[in-house]
């Protein structure tokens, strides 16, 4: 089996354009950064799991603070496994940006983890960071969305805020199929507003390895 291509599957000609984004701003969205018939694939797939009921009820904290809070966040996940070639195909992008990144802006990424995603009508995630600075793995976040004809009417919108005064908000980001959006977690506040309609994303984190000696640093 050859192995995909990732220029076959991210706009290329995007990437000066993010690396440029992270530095200056600490964040970036492309519209149809991914693969059309990419995204359909893993938006099909999404909709297989939760038929199927392969999705949880996600929750906020790490390891033992693990909990579920529906009154912070309301999407049903699933972590990607490699089980499908479409997971594979968009895994291999990542690997690849990853490297990208790395080479330009000397992050020291070292691997990436990410889930599916699923808001029903009426979720939302309140305003956080994705990790806490000094304490933290998770470096630069992605958001891949997965929703075909998306309007302002379904809401759903993810909302990202100023580093420096987090009641200013500095962008606002529709779900659109095939928007890529990634930024610095330890920086950047977002949240996702309540969405009217079924919202399907993939949310991931490049991280670092902070695992020290012995003690390893579990991901989740
Ligand atoms: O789906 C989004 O727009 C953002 C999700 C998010 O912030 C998260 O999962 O941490
Ligand atoms: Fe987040």
């Known amino acids: 089996m050859s192995r995909p291509d990732p220029a076959d599957y991210l706009d290329m000609a995007a990437l000066p354009r993010l690396l440029d984004a992270l530095v200056t701003q600490g964040w970036f969205v492309g519209e149809r950064f991914i693969d059309t018939a990419l995204c359909h694939s893993l938006q099909a797939e999404l909709q297989r799991l939760k038929t199927q009921s392969h999705l949880d009820e996600a929750g906020?904290?790490?390891g033992?603070?693990?909990?579920i809070q529906r009154d912070v966040r309301g999407d049903a996940i699933h972590w990607l496994d490699r089980e499908s070639r479409a997971q594979r195909q968009y895994l291999t992008v990542m690997t690849f940006l990853q490297q990208t990144i790395n080479r330009a802006l000397y992050l020291g990424l070292f691997e990436f983890e990410a889930h599916f995603a699923l808001y029903p009508p009426g979720a939302f995630y309140k305003k956080h960071l994705d990790s806490f600075r000094g304490?933290?793995?998770r470096i630069v976040s992605t958001v891949l969305y997965l929703n075909p004809a998306w309007t302002t009417t379904h809401g759903g919108e993810m909302a990202l805020f100023d580093p420096d005064d987090p009641a200013s908000e500095i962008a606002r980001i529709r779900p659109e199929l095939g928007t890529f959006v990634c930024f610095?977690?330890?920086r950047i506040p977002h949240e996702v507003l309540p969405t009217?309609?079924?919202?399907?994303s993939i949310a991931g984190w490049f991280r670092r390895n902070t695992s020290l000696g012995s003690s390893i640093d579990p991901a989740r």
Request: cysteine-free.
């Open 60 to 62: 906020i904290g790490r």
């Open 64 to 67: 033992q603070a693990h909990r």
């Open 135 to 137: 304490r933290s793995n």
């Open 184 to 186: 610095l977690a330890e």
């Open 196 to 200: 009217q309609a079924p919202r399907a």
